[in-house]
């Protein structure tokens, strides 16, 4: 729903006037060289489980840096209830903007409201929620993970094209996170169109390495002989390479692994053979981010859904992108 025009002039008059006392307060400052516009950018990250989550945080404190926005930044350390905590204080310190990644999709409802009626404008970024309630949020940044299911699906399809039967083992992301959610229905729309392929086991490796590690020793002691991984992102396939060696099987050869991510370290066993396809999601999300919170601290419409592009690698192509790889 679109704000009347009488209110967005009302909340553009009082922005102009906070970022004019704002600017006048610290026009001494900005030593940095960036130009201090004076907007505060709340930003509650999920925690530091990926080497994506570890690239987008970085992304999203240099691009607020540059854009010269002074951002509070707060580790929820993947539990909703500290985004939920962090938020709060957001809204009692009366920052300009919130932005969160929402750990899992449910249960936001009730502290968005609390921006809301604070008047403080809400940007989710790479996860979503699952709110009916679309004035809740002004903008939703990141990527569409059931096409990147549906990508690493039809890489299964065309791998295994010849085979008579494949039985695959998910690792699933954060339970109920929207990464985790989609990824798995996309994967499951394209491989659920010939019942050649079985989902043998499917648990959640939370993200991480260890978790990957954990959940593929435990699925291969009941599913000695699997044919491939999907795992929801490159740390879990990380954590999988290694419990398939010490169960003697070589990953990538004996067991297909495909991923999500390309991150250095899992384009660089995508190079090595050990993945044997990469399906891109991006950290990359602070500039638009930063974009979008200047954007809607000036009371401007911005795109409900703003798509971050992605490719995907095979091992030739992570060869030739590993050495310009950012992240
Ligand atoms: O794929 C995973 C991370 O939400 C897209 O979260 C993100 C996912 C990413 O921990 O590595």
Redesign the pocket.
Known sequence: MKKSLAARSIGAIAIVTALTASLAGCSASGSDGGSTDGLTLGFSQ?GA?????TA?TASVQESAKTAGIDLKFSDAQQKQENQIKAIRSFIQQNVDVIAF?PVVESGWDTVLKEAKAAGIPVVLT??AVDSADETLYESFI??D?VEEGEKAGDWVVDEFADADSVTIAELQ??TG???AVDRQEGFADVIGEDSKFEIVASQSGD?TRSGGKQVTEAILKSNPDIDLIFA????MALGAIEALEAAGKKPGTDVKIVS??A?KDGMTALSEGQINFIVE?S?LLGDQLMETVEKVAAGEEVEKRIVTEETTFDQEQATAALPDRKY
């Not at 489980?49 to 989550?53: D, F, L």
């Not at 929801?232 to 740390?235: G, K, L, P, W, Y």
């Open positions: 999920v489980e990926s080497g994506w989550r987008n990644s790479d996860r990141g990527s993970f992301g954060t996170s929207a990464p993200f929801h992102n490159d740390d999500i991510d991150v999601c950290p």
